[in-house]
C-alpha cells in the first residue's frame, strides 16, 4: 500500500542542524499516521516523534523535545524531520514508518510499512 524512502542524513556536527524527509509512495498517505524511529548502534529502535495523519497533532518522545520537528505535506506525500541543537547521542539511523489510522502512536509493533532508513552522525 505504501512504500517509504528516507533522505538527509548525514555527518553534522553537535549543536548543529539537520533536516531528514520520507517521500511515501500512493495516494493514501492522508490516511496514515507518520512517525519517525531510530536505532543506536547496540541499541533498541525507539520512538523519536510521531504526526497525526491530519498533521494536526503531533507527540515527541522526551530526549528530543523542543529540539526536532516532525511536518507534513499531504499533498506533497512527504513527512518532514527538523532536528536542531544535535547531540552526539542523536548518532543513529533514523527510520520512517506509517500506519493506517489517525493518532500517533509510539510502539514499533503497530508501524506496517517502514523506511530503509538514513544514517545520522553528530560529531563533538
Known amino acids: 500500500q505504501v512504500q517509504l524512502v528516507e533522505s538527509g542524513g548525514g555527518l553534522v556536527q553537535a549543536v548543529g542542524s539537520l533536516s531528514l524527509s520520507c517521500a511515501a509512495s500512493?495516494?493514501?498517505?492522508?490516511?496514515?499516521?507518520m512517525a519517525w524511529f531510530r536505532r543506536a548502534p547496540g541499541k533498541e529502535r525507539e520512538f523519536v516523534t510521531g504526526i497525526s495523519s491530519s498533521g494536526r497533532t503531533t507527540d515527541y518522545a522526551d530526549s528530543v523535545k523542543g529540539r526536532f520537528t516532525i511536518s507534513r505535506d499531504n499533498a506533497k506525500n512527504t513527512v518532514f524531520l527538523q532536528m536542531n541543537s544535535l547531540k552526539v547521542e542523536d548518532t543513529a539511523v533514523y527510520y520512517c514508518?506509517?500506519?493506517?489510522?489517525?493518532?500517533?502512536?509510539?510502539?514499533?509493533?503497530?508501524?506496517?510499512?517502514w523506511g530503509q532508513g538514513t544514517q545520522v552522525t553528530v560529531s563533538s
Open positions: 500512493g495516494r493514501t498517505f492522508s490516511n496514515y499516521v
Open positions: 514508518a506509517a500506519v493506517s489510522g489517525r493518532f500517533v502512536i509510539r510502539m514499533n509493533r503497530e508501524y506496517d510499512y
